[in-house]
């Protein structure tokens, strides 16, 4: 009797636990958007950091000494090819130039008297009055004179060259940087510092660096046998400026180093910028954005993948609706959208949002998002 009813406690028991297992509901698997990758022609860019310089920056230094009498312009201002810049005291110059003229015009005189020497005893020595010793000494006599001449010629020349460059003129149209002289200095040719600096930046230049890795890259992505045709395949460039904002003229990529930087390991390679409202300076910061065209990329958004341990990662729905997280190699950006190069192809389909949540093998309620959608959902996150 006993064993009969411990027998029936079980039972009742083992039953009422059924039915309370019945009782759990099962979770619902989510529904989350999916998208199925296909391949296009896109577009990624590069930038490097790039320094600006103008066509042509130019020391402006005295070629003679002395007393800076004048300052013909001011810090900041656009001057002219030929323009007066400063002006050098020119009273020693000139009177340098007038001791030059006069000493040429003492040759000339000695010439004449050579001359006069010559012609006298020319018939003399044809009469055999005087030996033509004396003749010969009167000819050597006249080309010393003449010699004279030609020497203090010289030296009015360069008398007259000293005075010009009393007057220190622009040799580019271009910006007056800093003046370091002021009036009345006293200035050499021998000065470390120069007067000022002048820059002309009709054009500019935004000079950039290519590693090793980078330059060989370039030169697979491009077209061309030669640097030269690949420079020419090469689309506009940007520049953006320090405040991210970008410069409203493209440039072009038309020169790169002929060798490495032993100390760097990368090249030196020269993009030039139209500048005619002189917004950019030499010494402007900036960076030169390369744009890489890819045909047959597969892009994804951003936001539908995870890092992890510097790893990223893409969720793929099966053909049964479960999730595989699945390692992915990007080649670049595009927009908000990530360029990858190993993991994912054509066809296949990834979540696009509720990935933080996911696990491994998980099962999805699929719903299909358009490609016009996808930017949309992304800007949400």
């Known amino acids: 009797m006993r ?6 406690l079980l039972l009742a028991v083992l039953i009422s636990s059924c039915n309370n297992k019945a009782e759990i509901p099962v979770a619902a698997a989510p529904s989350l958007p999916v998208l199925t990758l296909k391949s296009e022609s896109t577009a990624t860019s590069v930038a490097y950091p790039a320094a ?14 002395g007393n800076l009498d004048q300052v013909l312009v001011d ?9 007066a810049l400063f002006k050098i005291n020119d009273r ?28 006298k005893l020319n018939p003399l020595v044809k009469n055999k009055v005087v030996s033509d010793y004396q003749l010969k000494t009167a000819k050597a006599m006249q080309k010393v004179a003449m010699a004279n001449i030609e ?3 010289a030296m009015v020349a360069s008398a007259r060259i000293n005075l010009g460059y009393t007057t220190i003129t622009a040799p580019v149209s271009g910006y007056i ?18 007067l000022t600096t002048l820059s002309d930046v009709h054009e500019v230049y935004g000079y950039f ?17 030669t640097l030269s045709e690949k420079l020419k395949n090469l689309a506009a ?37 139209p500048n005619a409202n002189g917004i950019l300076r030499s010494g402007n910061t900036g960076k030169v954005r390369l744009q890489i065209q890819h045909d047959d990329a597969i892009l994804i958004p951003q936001s539908a993948t995870i890092e992890m341990q510097d790893k990223v990662f893409a969720f793929t729905v099966n053909a049964k609706n479960e999730v595989t997280k699945t390692p992915v190699t990007i080649s670049g950006k595009s927009g908000a959208n990530y360029l990858i190069s190993e993991g994912l192809k054509a066809g296949d389909k990834i979540v696009l949002s509720g990935i933080d949540k996911l696990q491994e093998g998980q099962l999805i309620q699929p719903v299909t998002t358009p490609a016009k959608e996808v930017a949309q959902i992304d800007s949400k996150k």
Do not use: W
Request: charged share 25%; hydrophobic share 35%.
């Open 3 to 8: 064993t009969t009813l411990i027998k029936s």
């Open 52 to 65: 600006i310089q103008g066509t042509v920056d130019v020391e402006v230094r005295s070629q003679v000494n």
């Open 75 to 83: 810090e900041g201002a656009y001057v002219r090819k030929g323009q």
């Open 92 to 119: 020693p110059y000139r009177e340098q130039l007038n001791n030059a003229l006069a000493n040429l015009h003492a040759a000339e005189a000695a010439l004449i008297n050579s001359d006069i020497e010559v012609d």
């Open 151 to 153: 020497q203090n010629k």
């Open 177 to 194: 940087g800093r003046l370091y002289k002021k009036q009345g200095s006293l200035i050499s040719s021998s000065d470390v510092e120069a």
């Open 209 to 225: 660096s290519l590693s090793e890795s980078d330059f060989i890259n370039f030169k697979k992505t491009y077209a061309g046998n």
């Open 237 to 273: 460039v940007e520049l953006v400026l320090a405040d991210n904002s970008i410069y409203e003229k493209k440039g072009v990529v038309d020169m790169i180093d002929g060798q490495f930087d032993k100390n760097t390991a990368a090249i030196t390679v020269r993009a030039t910028f």
